[in-house]
């Protein structure tokens, strides 16, 4: 019983340093930084630098780890998906008309992702940046 639990404490001991090394996307207001709420930082868990930073041409509303990168969705109407490793544009989707902001992140369903301008307007979005559908 004790090698079980010794083998079951040393793989999570390793799952979580390799989660460690990961970049999180954190948004942060920060002193000096203009429109700060327009940033989306890649922080290295392990030690907590910035790796990367994105700027977005209106706020960001969130940013979600999701399969394939960071899905950041923006008061801009688009939606974006960024490599995690050096925060590029992987691509974007316009989603929104005039003031149909990209908030909030609803969640993964299979393997798409579902996002809504609250409440108003459903959007349901591949990992290859395509419109599902829509619900008004």
């Given at each position: 019983m004790n090698r079980i639990m010794s083998a079951a404490v040393t793989l999570a001991l390793l799952a979580t340093a390799s989660l460690a090394a990961d970049i999180v996307p954190v948004q942060l207001d920060r002193k000096g930084v203009k429109n700060s709420d327009q940033v989306v930082y890649g922080v290295d868990f392990r030690t907590g630098n910035v790796a990367w930073e994105r700027r977005f041409?209106?706020?960001?509303?969130?940013?979600?780890?999701?399969?394939?990168?960071?899905?950041?969705?923006?008061?801009?109407?688009?939606?974006?998906?960024?490599?995690?490793?050096?925060?590029?544009?992987?691509?974007?989707?316009?989603?929104?008309?005039?003031?149909?902001?990209?908030?909030?992140?609803?969640?993964?369903?299979?393997?798409?992702?579902?996002?809504?301008?609250?409440?108003?307007?459903?959007?349901?979005?591949?990992?290859?940046?395509?419109?599902?559908?829509t619900l008004r």
């Open positions: 041409p209106r706020e960001a509303n969130f940013a979600k780890v999701v399969e394939g990168g960071i899905l950041v969705g923006c008061d801009d109407g688009a939606l974006y998906l960024l490599d995690a490793g050096n925060g590029e544009v992987k691509w974007s989707l316009q989603l929104g008309g005039k003031d149909e902001k990209v908030n909030p992140f609803h969640g993964t369903f299979g393997n798409d992702w579902l996002v809504s301008y609250h409440n108003n307007v459903y959007w349901l979005v591949s990992p290859e940046g395509k419109q599902i559908w």
